[in-house]
């Protein structure tokens, strides 16, 4: 029995291909759900353009056939626009008859559950307070599901295995070990003595040829002066130094150590070995509590207090890098020499990125599409670095199990040039691994 999706603006507004997401199902919008839309179709945001898109969708299904009577989608469902008439708002509890968009919405879904008996009604928002109403009117009502990974059961990019003594010491003599276990290409694995527990060794499984490799040698110095203080910082720097894996994505709490990794790497790779031609960082602009409102100056002006924590990684980098006694030069002296470019995600739509290393910082603040967005402005010889902390959102319209970085990590996982690795233990100091935990 066909199932019958009522699907709320915000659905929309968040995934614009929603409409096909829902088998040979029905998907039905309330014209308040075209009506809202409509308001948002001036926006210059990624909401104001997922609008339009929803439009131009919504306007191709209705050259083939009328809207109100329903029209067959490629994936063997139907698409249908349901009318509101004032007589439904009667259906609902007299706290919900006052006339807005949301109980307009809620009434269409509650007229199609009493007159639609060849399948059940479902109503899809991710509105926390419009399910509860939904709820408890007696309407079965569901988030959008269809991009949520939860984070406990999130790709962690690393894992154990237990092998006889004579394999470890053989992957030290041979440098490499050939494995028939169920493993994803470059992720981290710690082989594991089943007799002795403390006889380990740790390599990064190759999918080309079926094996385990060491991971890649880190100089004594360090990477301008930053060592990998733990397993997974040291899966983290190879990662973040193998070219032939062009996106990394860095998933961890506060302090483990994710950003200042990536800006070492990157320097290193540009600056150093040449292998790029400028570290590019950017982050979304998401603040933390009551915003400050419009900041003054130009655009370099209004970017400082956002990139702050970007130039405080940087100049720790540059004061511990130090050879001969000298500070080295500051993160303002590689931004003129070229080497470095800090910009807003705002304006990366359109662009070709050629050979450039580039961080997105905060990456938990990204919808899908817009991680979808910068991952394909990648040009040739560009390695992408996502970071983030998904317990740590200010974008209200996404949650830990439904942001771009999340989707992108279990997306990603598997393929020859992606990687992925959890940093689980704090770094930074013992007051923020102590916060982190228990606060």
Known sequence: MKKHYVLDTNVLLHDPQAILKFSDNHVILPLTVIEE??????DQSETGRNAR??????DEFRLQAKLVEGVPLENGGVLRVAIYKEELMQK????LRVDRGDNRIIAVAKDLQENSPNGPVIFVTKDINLRIKADTIGLRTEDYQNDKIPVEDLYTGTTEQLV?????????EQGALAVTGEFYSNQGITLVDETNPSHTAIGRYDSVGKKIVPLLKIPK?????IHARNREQQFAFDLLLNDDVQLVSLVGKAGTGKTLLAIAAGLLKTADEGAYNRLLVSRPVFPMGRDLGFLPGDIEEKLSPWMQPIFDN????LSSYDEAGKRKRGYRELIDLGLMEIEPLTYIRGRSIPKQ???VDEA????????????TRAGEGTKIILTGDPFQIDNPYVDSASNGLTYAVERLKGHDIAGHTTLSKGERSALAELAANLL
């Open 37 to 42: 839309i409509d308001r948002f179709k001036k």
């Open 53 to 58: 898109h929803i439009s131009r969708m919504i």
């Open 92 to 95: 609902l509890p007299p706290e």
């Open 164 to 172: 006889p003594a004579e394999q470890v010491d053989l992957f030290y």
């Open 221 to 225: 110095e360090g990477i301008w002066g």
């Open 314 to 317: 940087v100049e720790l980098l």
């Open 357 to 359: 290393y580039m961080i």
């Open 364 to 375: 938990q603040n990204l919808t899908p599409h817009e991680i979808k967005t910068i991952i």
